[in-house]
């Protein structure tokens, strides 16, 4: 069974870079035709997916995120990351982790709140 966890701070400057890592158990993260996401849930909003790597390590990402993000891999840890640079309050949310096949989100990790202080 796979199972995902966030890790990071929970509370970071405004302009400061955001790093949060995924750890992975119970699966690689090199496996065939799986992907890897980031989604984040704003207070009082709904999910934004932010971005994505393949097995492949190929990225994608959200074009209202793109100039601010980056999701690299550590295949040695079995581990994502997550870097979203100049932070501002509005980057406040819950951040959630996820194991993404065929188009649908089919393992979730329990999320951490990240808040922004301005």
């Known amino acids: 069974q796979v199972q995902l966890q966030e890790s990071g701070p929970g509370l970071v400057n405004s302009s400061q870079t955001l790093n949060l890592t995924c750890t992975v158990s119970g699966g690689s993260i090199t496996t065939s035709y799986y992907a890897w996401s980031w989604i984040r849930q704003p207070p009082g909003k709904g999910l934004e997916w932010m971005g994505v790597?393949?097995?492949?390590?190929?990225?994608f990402y959200s074009p209202s995120l793109r100039s601010r993000t980056s999701i690299s891999r550590d295949t040695s840890k079995n581990q994502f990351s997550l870097q979203l640079s100049s932070v501002t309050p509005e980057d406040t949310a819950v951040y959630y982790c996820?194991?993404?096949?065929?188009?649908?989100?089919?393992?979730w990790g329990q999320g951490t709140q990240v808040t922004v202080s301005s």
């Open positions: 996820a194991r993404e096949v065929a188009g649908s989100m089919d393992c």
């Open positions: 790597i393949a097995y492949d390590d190929s990225t």
